[in-house]
């Protein structure tokens, strides 16, 4: 029997059934009226002082050194790639017209929607700014598009909202402390906007994270097992693709700056790995078999992953510095 036959549809009759609770939490989808639009944190360029917001908008960021501004190119990169996550989500959503009218696909088109702000606002920040080359950050998305995605979830449809839960906290944990950072060297424009971007995160977070609880709820088994089987590996970064035609280890080498710089660490991953497998309630769960083995090992891995980072920190730490095309060329 194929893995699709053997997982799927026992998924997917649980996932159907748990429409009325995600047409309950679209209210996470921010109103489009009242939403934040990129246009709102840039420069009015139809101004007539546009040059001196220009100026002023440009001036602070000028002060950015060259570690912040690769996790910084990094982070948009990332979320400039957002077809190939839709396309990876369609899998639980299953919009087969594109319009379909169901909560999950209601849901993915307005997450969609809201994401594709973020890569716009961090694309026209980078451009205004002048800081970086920006031909060389649009063919790195380029090829990151180009090669496409694999959450290495498929065909377990419970490990997508495992994968996302993850992945939403990740990218708010980083888009909150490149803000941070920003603020630190003076960048006040850059701060609001990654905080903003952060606060949109939050609330992803929180659908995908409220949708695998109710997994959990509604076949503890099967989704113990789920989250034991994404956690087992490292999770997959979604930029782990990323090329600028000149650095095939460029993910590795950003990986690298953003530990050394604080951005994202290993201490973040087991900090994330904590939280969800407390918010899961998942060492309370009834559980037997595989999925008590899942549960014993979900409930010592956040440990385990700690145990790690000294290592991971003192190899970054020890990484000689590395040439970056964003910032031409410049070693980081």
Same mark, same amino acid.
């Given at each position: 029997?194929?893995?699709?036959?053997?997982?799927?549809? *026992?998924?997917?009759?649980?996932?159907?059934?748990?429409?009325?609770?995600?047409?309950?939490?679209?209210?996470?989808?921010?109103?489009?009226?009242?939403?934040?639009?990129?246009?709102?944190?840039?420069?009015?360029?139809?101004?007539?002082?546009?040059?001196?917001?220009?100026?002023?908008?440009?001036?602070?960021?000028?002060?950015?050194?060259?570690?912040?501004?690769?996790?910084?190119?990094?982070?948009?990169?990332?979320?400039?790639?957002?077809?190939?996550?839709?396309?990876?989500?369609?899998?639980?959503?299953?919009?087969?017209?594109? *319009?379909?009218?169901?909560?999950?696909?209601?849901?993915? %088109?307005?997450?969609?929607?809201?994401?594709?702000?973020?890569?716009?606002?961090?694309?026209?920040?980078?451009?205004?700014?002048?800081?970086?080359?920006?031909?060389?950050?649009?063919?790195? *998305?380029?090829?990151?598009?180009?090669?496409?995605?694999?959450?290495?979830?498929?065909?377990?449809?419970?490990?997508?909202?495992?994968?996302?839960?993850?992945?939403?906290? #990740?990218?708010?944990?980083?888009?909150?402390?490149?803000?941070?950072?920003?603020?630190?060297?003076?960048? #006040?424009?850059?701060?609001?906007?990654?905080?903003?971007?952060?606060?949109?995160?939050?609330?992803?977070?929180?659908?995908?994270?409220?949708?695998?609880?109710?997994?959990?709820?509604?076949?503890?088994?099967?989704?113990?097992?789920?989250?034991?089987?994404?956690?087992?590996?490292?999770?997959?970064?979604?930029? %782990?693709?990323?090329?600028?035609?000149?650095?095939?280890?460029?993910?590795?080498? !950003?990986?690298?700056?953003?530990? %050394?710089?604080?951005?994202?660490?290993?201490?973040?991953?087991?900090?994330?790995?904590?939280?969800?497998?407390?918010?899961?309630?998942? #060492?309370?769960?009834?559980?037997?078999?595989?999925?008590?083995?899942?549960?014993?090992?979900?409930?010592?891995?956040?440990?385990?992953?700690?145990?790690?980072?000294?290592?991971?920190?003192?190899?970054? #730490?020890?990484?000689?510095?590395?040439? !970056?095309?964003?910032?031409?060329?410049?070693?980081?």
């Amino acid at each position: 029997m194929s893995a699709d036959a053997a997982v799927t549809p *026992v998924q997917m009759e649980v996932l159907q059934g748990m429409s009325p609770f995600v047409e309950q939490k679209l209210s996470l989808l921010a109103p489009i009226a009242t939403a934040w639009q990129p246009t709102d944190y840039l420069p009015d360029l139809t101004a007539e002082d546009w040059r001196e917001q220009m100026a002023r908008f440009r001036g602070p960021a000028a002060e950015l050194n060259d570690p912040l501004l690769v996790v910084l190119v990094a982070d948009m990169v990332t979320e400039e790639a957002l077809p190939s996550y839709s396309v990876a989500l369609n899998l639980l959503a299953q919009d087969k017209t594109g *319009v379909d009218p169901t909560p999950w696909a209601k849901w993915l %088109r307005g997450w969609t929607a809201e994401e594709n702000r973020h890569g716009d606002l961090l694309n026209a920040y980078l451009r205004l700014t002048g800081r970086v080359d920006m031909r060389a950050v649009e063919v790195t *998305v380029h090829h990151l598009l180009t090669s496409g995605f694999a959450a290495r979830t498929y065909p377990d449809l419970y490990g997508g909202l495992v994968y996302t839960s993850f992945q939403e906290r #990740a990218t708010k944990v980083s888009h909150a402390n490149v803000g941070r950072m920003a603020a630190q060297q003076g960048e #006040a424009a850059l701060n609001k906007i990654c905080l903003r971007i952060a606060g949109d995160e939050a609330r992803h977070e929180s659908f995908y994270t409220q949708t695998m609880g109710k997994v959990l709820d509604d076949d503890p088994a099967g989704g113990l097992i789920s989250v034991m089987s994404i956690f087992r590996r490292v999770i997959a970064m979604p930029g %782990r693709l990323m090329y600028d035609g000149k650095d095939p280890d460029l993910f590795d080498h !950003f990986a690298a700056v953003a530990q %050394r710089l604080g951005v994202y660490t290993v201490d973040d991953y087991a900090d994330i790995v904590e939280h969800l497998v407390a918010t899961w309630d998942i #060492a309370r769960r009834p559980a037997s078999g595989k999925a008590a083995r899942a549960q014993e090992y979900l409930c010592k891995h956040a440990e385990t992953c700690r145990s790690k980072a000294a290592m991971v920190a003192e190899a970054a #730490a020890k990484q000689p510095a590395v040439k !970056f095309s964003w910032v031409y060329d410049r070693p980081v």
